[in-house]
């Protein structure tokens, strides 16, 4: 079976979507398909000049509109140019399958002999009222972002999403099919070499009194990251030693404690940023990330690739990431700081039951929150289409 790929992204940016973008290609060749990758370029994301001029100062002026922000990216008018540009570069391939991933433009009104599959954690009309900034797009962009999301659900013939939040969404708020639809976790967007043991030795390096916590998010507000700090406080109050390390994101005129240190984004790209998220995922007791919103949370399928368990919230996709005694805990947004840390306490005391969790979450990684079995089950499920 031959598949193009055809992305709006660098496939070899390892930071791109949170690396997203590069770890799709790299599952479907794992699991042994012959794969074509098609990028489009910027030149063919661009309109013409004096049409993208228009826009790019309509963009800038909405910046002191009350009517909202206006991103001209995810316009109707650009995804059919994308088809239209497009159009010649697909009528010759010799592939079995087109896959479109992650955003809807490629596919929205691509013309191609080939039946199109469209993968991705989101749909846009799902965020336009959850993820905060969205809340704040124009109406003309939310609109046309409806829009590009029915045309592409209605012209692919499969449509997968990592999350039953994602598709349920499809289902609630553009009418698809059911049967159309199938839910596939992603994984991990980090290396991983490492089996059963290493992770127990990954655990008796964590013994320590002082309490570990981890946040990894560039959205202080949408990640939780207040949260973060407020419970560290309360811990800090009973008496506990904490320690936190925030990487990516901080609160802007606040002095943090001296219980927390803050990193700046750590790059994938490089290999001090790419080992010294290892580092953290390996030394920390617990993830720490209690989103407002979230589409999916590739960061959950991280931690628990290095036996590091997650609290978070039960908001969108998280729950198809994180079961509560399995692999992590979720709580609700409205759940008390006092009820999170006596979790964390209580968990902690116990070191079997912590290790054991430990244990289930790297098992969780193995079988289900993998690269391989998500490119494994994307091949099966093509191949049954293909019949």
């Known amino acids: 079976m031959k598949i193009t790929l055809i992305t709006e992204y660098d496939l070899s940016d390892r930071d791109t979507y949170s690396g997203t973008a590069y770890w799709i290609p790299a599952a479907l060749k794992s699991a042994g398909i012959e794969l074509d990758c098609l990028q489009v370029t910027l030149p063919e994301k661009l309109l013409p000049p004096l049409e993208e001029a228009a826009l790019r100062c309509k963009q800038f002026f909405s910046r002191w509109s009350k009517d909202g922000y206006f991103k001209p990216e995810i316009l109707t008018r650009r995804a059919e140019y994308i088809a239209e540009t497009l159009k010649a570069r697909v009528a010759n391939l010799d592939s079995d399958v087109i896959l479109t991933a992650l955003t809807p433009l490629s596919a929205a009104y691509l013309q191609a002999k080939q039946p199109i599959v469209y993968w991705s954690d989101f ?11 969205r809340r704040l797009h124009h109406v003309d962009i939310r609109w046309d972002g409806h829009l590009v999301t029915d ?10 999403f990592s999350s039953h939040w994602a598709a349920r969404a499809a289902v609630e708020l553009h009418g698809i ?10 994984g991990p967007n980090i290396e991983v070499d490492h089996d059963e043991e290493v992770i ?7 013994k320590s009194n002082t309490i570990k916590l981890l946040f990894i998010g560039t959205d202080w507000f949408r990640k939780g990251g207040d949260i973060v700090l407020n419970t560290a406080k309360r811990l800090h109050e009973m008496g506990h030693d904490v320690e936190v390390t925030l990487v990516g994101s901080k609160p802007r005129d606040e002095v ?4 927390v240190n803050y990193i700046r984004f750590l ?6 940023g790419l080992q010294k998220i290892k580092e953290l995922y390996r030394q920390s007791h617990f993830l720490f990330v209690p989103s407002r919103a979230e589409a999916f949370g590739i960061v959950f399928c991280e931690a628990s690739a290095f ?4 609290i978070t919230t039960y908001v969108g996709g998280i729950g198809d990431v994180v079961k509560d005694g399995v692999n992590g805990m979720t709580f609700s947004l409205e759940t008390q700081i006092d009820e999170v840390c006596s979790y964390i306490v209580s968990t902690l005391n116990d070191a079997d039951k912590y290790a054991a969790l430990c244990l289930s979450s790297f098992n969780e990684y193995k079988t289900r929150l993998n690269w391989e079995t998500a ?5 099966e499920l093509i191949q049954g289409y293909l019949g």
Request: overall charge positive; hydrophobic content about 40%; proline content about 11%.
């Open 123 to 133: 749909i846009y009309s799902a965020l336009a009222g959850f993820y905060p900034d």
């Open 151 to 160: 045309a592409c659900l209605m012209n692919a013939k499969l449509l997968i």
């Open 177 to 186: 099919t059911k049967n159309k639809i199938h839910v596939i976790p992603f």
């Open 200 to 206: 127990k030795s990954f655990i008796q390096q964590r």
């Open 256 to 259: 943090l404690p001296p219980y």
């Open 267 to 272: 790059s994938k790209n490089t290999p001090f």
């Open 307 to 310: 036996g590091l368990p997650s």
């Open 375 to 379: 490119g494994r089950q994307v091949k």
